[in-house]
């Protein structure tokens, strides 16, 4: 079975403070995607990852940034939090072939105040 | 730009009850299309895809969706509802490299015993 891992599942920061999110996937997957889920909106994508040190911006990506050293952990980083990107973050992978299924994490639920 | 429509945001249905979840996508090619389905407090799991083929696909739990070219849509279908099928279920169209998907707003399906 895939398995995606989140650091976190609840997570309370302050305005400003900078955050990490950890995800790790144990498929050998090369593609890994972050997600924020609010009520009503569905998911929206923030950023996704090809390959080690590969990043492309996906359709929400400002206020964020990401990290790929390994293939296996894609880490999203909040550089300055603000209460607005309190919301249900969502980490995915994939493999590389077209059609593949997206196997997703738990969650973090980040509140920031 | 591709997108996927799902217009109900809440459907509320007795157990043992046919369910119909409706999702329209608009897409200029042939769609990779998805059911996801999110437990409260959990991560996305697959219900079915479709890619080409036979246009019934039939996936876990007792779910099965049609494609439907003509109409553009991608209904998800179930004979008898179970209590354990209440949580929220989301349509989603490959859009992008890298499997990039484009997600539905999500319907809630709430399970009346």
């Known amino acids: 079975d895939v398995k995606v891992t989140q650091s976190s599942r609840y997570l309370v920061k302050r305005t400003g403070e900078k955050v990490f999110l950890e995800c790790v996937q144990d498929?050998?997957?090369?593609?890994m995607f972050w997600y924020r889920q609010d009520p009503g909106l569905g998911l929206r994508l923030i950023y996704f990852?090809?390959?080690?040190?590969?990043?492309e911006k996906g359709d929400i990506p400002e206020g964020y940034s990401v990290s790929r050293e390994k293939k296996e952990r894609f880490s999203l980083i909040l550089e300055s939090a603000s209460t607005n990107q309190t919301s249900m973050y969502l980490c995915?992978?994939?493999?590389?072939?077209?059609?593949?299924?997206?196997?997703f994490g738990p969650g973090t639920r980040l509140l920031v105040l | 730009a591709q997108s996927v429509t799902q217009p109900d945001i809440h459907i509320t249905v007795s157990e043992g009850a046919s369910l119909e979840l409706r999702c329209n996508y608009s897409?200029?090619?042939?769609?990779?299309l998805f059911w996801y389905v999110q437990s409260p407090g959990q991560g996305l799991q697959l219900l079915l895809k479709?890619?080409?083929?036979?246009?019934l696909v039939q996936g876990i739990k007792g779910f099965e969706a049609e494609f439907k070219r003509s109409q553009s849509s991608f209904n998800l279908r179930k004979p008898s509802v179970h209590w354990s099928d209440a949580a929220e279920y989301f349509c989603?169209?490959?859009?992008?490299?890298?499997?990039?998907?484009?997600f539905g707003t999500g319907t809630q399906l709430k399970v009346e015993l």
């Open positions: 995915a992978s994939s493999s590389g072939r077209l059609g593949e299924t997206q196997y």
């Open positions: 498929m050998d997957h090369e593609n």
């Open positions: 990852s090809y390959d080690v040190k590969m990043k």
């Open positions: 897409y200029g090619a042939t769609p990779y």
């Open positions: 479709y890619f080409s083929g036979d246009t």
């Open positions: 989603a169209v490959i859009t992008g490299g890298g499997n990039k998907l484009t």
